[in-house]
């Protein structure tokens, strides 16, 4: 897909895509053919209105390389999943406004 292989070529480590959800359930379902059933399912799993969901996507040809920064053990990864301007409001791990 052409969007996929433009995103693989951007450097920065978060990208938030807005989107019809129709893009992204037919980008998507490209994903996870090797994965156990449930992670397929929560790929393809449909968007509700308005839905705000974080992923991370992997590209296995980068795993072992420098290049890549992403370790997805398949579990939810740690941190915060609020917007960033409500972290950033006295957090107590030093974020400030």
């Given at each position: 897909m052409e969007f996929l292989n433009w995103?693989?070529?951007r450097k920065e480590k978060e990208i938030a895509i807005v989107t019809h959800s129709g893009f992204l359930i037919h980008?998507?379902?490209a994903f996870g053919n090797d994965c156990h059933p449930d992670?397929?399912?929560e790929i393809c799993r449909p968007?509700?209105?308005?839905?705000l969901r974080s992923?991370?996507?992997v590209?296995?040809?980068m795993?072992?390389?420098d290049s890549s920064t992403t370790d997805?053990?398949?579990?939810?990864?740690?941190g915060v999943d609020v917007p960033s301007d409500v972290t950033c409001i006295n957090h107590p791990d030093g974020f400030s406004n």
């Open positions: 995103l693989w070529t980008t998507l379902s992670v397929k399912n968007f509700k209105n308005c839905e992923m991370v996507i590209d296995r040809s795993i072992g390389s997805y053990p398949g579990k939810i990864p740690s």
